[in-house]
């Protein structure tokens, strides 16, 4: 298991990383794009600068998240790491929104008559290098994401992936632009349209789960009945109920009462609730949130 401190500064080191590269490849693309003459690849580039965004949002949530419990906020900071992910969520949701209304309006252009300009290879290679990087920073993050296990880490490699997927429909078109012809374009917007769909899932699930355990959702089936499993199997416990569990960012919150032979003393019955919170850290995590109350079995 990883420290909070440990946890908060693998985040903020990978998240810093992919902003350096991301604050390099927004810049190439403009570039690109002005020196290519191509409007698709400048909003890429755009597009890209939500990921600066993101990645300060990300940083700034991950080390507010990594404070101990506090006067203000006994249950500590994890919160804020949810919050950050729901961010991240709803921005690439907004994304995908423009992204269906920039492709959509360029087909409507066609269909009446206009025509896309053609651009250059320089913003085709562009599109190309996008591609590769922002697939690699998706893979880095998520991998350090599901080590430490971060909701919000794990937003904002979805991100970086978002952008591959509009840098695909921004090769796709100026590709078939420059092999098949100016009115190949097209291809361009259509890729674009199908691609923001995407988006919108891997928004819809990002949101819908950060906002789950916003409003105190149960985490997973397969948590809770880890969480049973415990409490059931351990010496002593001869039933339980009123069993509770949330999340609180990285860490679960247990309410529960065990029942206990009703002729053991107090210290006797005390050690068996140790008993259960020590096996509820040792699979869950020693920043567990953890109320175990006992009563006599009858």
Partial sequence: ????????????????????????????????????????????????????????????????????????????????????????????????????????????????????????????????????????????????????????????????????FSSVGTMLGIGGAIVLGGKWAILDPIAAVILSFFIFKVAFDITYKSTNELTEAAPEKDVIEGIQHIIASTNGVKDFHKLKTRKVGNNIATDVHIQVDKNLSLIEAHDICTEVENRLREKYGKNSILYIHCEPYM
Wanted: with cysteine.
């Fill in 1 to 164: 298991m990883h420290t909070e401190n440990e946890r908060s500064g693998t985040a903020v080191k990978v998240t810093v990383n992919g902003m350096i590269i991301n604050i390099v490849l927004t810049v190439f693309k403009f570039i690109a794009g002005i020196l290519g003459n191509s409007a698709a690849m400048i909003a890429d580039a755009v597009h890209s600068l939500s990921d600066f965004i993101t990645d300060v949002v990300v940083i700034v949530g991950l080390k507010a998240a990594g404070k101990p419990a506090d006067n203000n906020h006994h249950y500590g900071h994890g919160k804020i790491e949810t919050l950050c992910a729901a961010f991240v969520g709803i921005v690439l949701f907004i994304i995908g929104v423009e992204i269906l209304a920039s492709g959509l309006s360029k087909i409507l252009l066609v269909i009446n008559g206009g025509k896309l300009e053609q651009p250059g290879m320089i913003a085709f290679i562009a599109a190309v290098f996008s591609i590769l990087t922002k697939e690699f920073l998706y893979r880095y993050t998520l991998s350090y994401a599901k080590t430490i296990k971060s909701n919000a880490m794990v937003a904002n490699a979805w991100h970086h992936r978002s952008d591959a």
